[in-house]
């Protein structure tokens, strides 16, 4: 059963504001602008994935929309374990229930660090080993 998963971080977003809550915070042009060279470069690689899901932030649901429809990906569906700071076992634990019902290729749009430690846990570590910046594309196979 050959897979390849596609972890992407979110492209730019607004910046935070104390006083206002993290999870409507939108894409900046600059995040919009980043999210399309994604695309392209997906399309220039030949990545194909046949199944899109994104945290339900707006951040990730935008950057998901727009590599969606600028590379011809099927639309993206929310998946809630890809919400930020959702713990690190946790969403092992659904990836895992999951994999079975995936498709050769997947594309997952969340954040960080929580991208960071699930595919470091993926690979077998205890501890983070890499970290992904935004807009940043990270393929397991």
Same mark, same amino acid.
């Given at each position: 059963?050959? $897979?390849?998963?596609?972890?992407?971080?979110?492209?730019?977003?607004?910046?935070?504001?104390?006083?206002?809550?993290?999870?409507?915070?939108?894409?900046?042009? $600059?995040?919009?602008?980043?999210?399309?060279?994604?695309?392209?470069?997906?399309?220039?690689?030949?990545?194909?994935?046949?199944?899109?899901?994104? =945290?339900?932030?707006?951040?990730?649901?935008?950057?998901?929309?727009?590599?969606?429809?600028?590379?011809?990906?099927?639309?993206?569906?929310?998946?809630?374990?890809?919400?930020?700071?959702?713990?690190?076992?946790?969403?092992?634990?659904?990836?895992?229930?999951?994999?079975?019902?995936?498709? =050769?290729?997947?594309?997952?749009?969340?954040?960080?660090?929580?991208?960071?430690?699930?595919? =470091?846990?993926?690979?077998?570590? =205890?501890?983070?080993?890499?970290?992904? $910046? $935004?807009?940043?594309?990270?393929?397991?196979?």
């Amino acid at each position: 059963m050959d $897979k390849t998963l596609y972890f992407l971080r979110h492209a730019t977003a607004e910046l935070r504001q104390p006083e206002l809550p993290d999870r409507p915070r939108q894409l900046i042009v $600059k995040g919009q602008a980043q999210a399309q060279r994604v695309a392209a470069f997906m399309q220039r690689q030949q990545l194909a994935p046949e199944l899109v899901f994104a =945290s339900p932030y707006q951040r990730a649901s935008q950057t998901a929309q727009i590599i969606c429809d600028v590379a011809g990906f099927p639309a993206h569906q929310p998946l809630d374990w890809l919400a930020l700071e959702t713990p690190t076992e946790q969403a092992l634990v659904a990836l895992r229930q999951l994999l079975p019902q995936l498709p =050769s290729q997947t594309l997952f749009v969340g954040h960080e660090p929580d991208f960071s430690l699930l595919i =470091s846990r993926l690979l077998g570590m =205890s501890a983070p080993a890499l970290q992904i $910046k $935004k807009a940043s594309l990270c393929a397991l196979v």
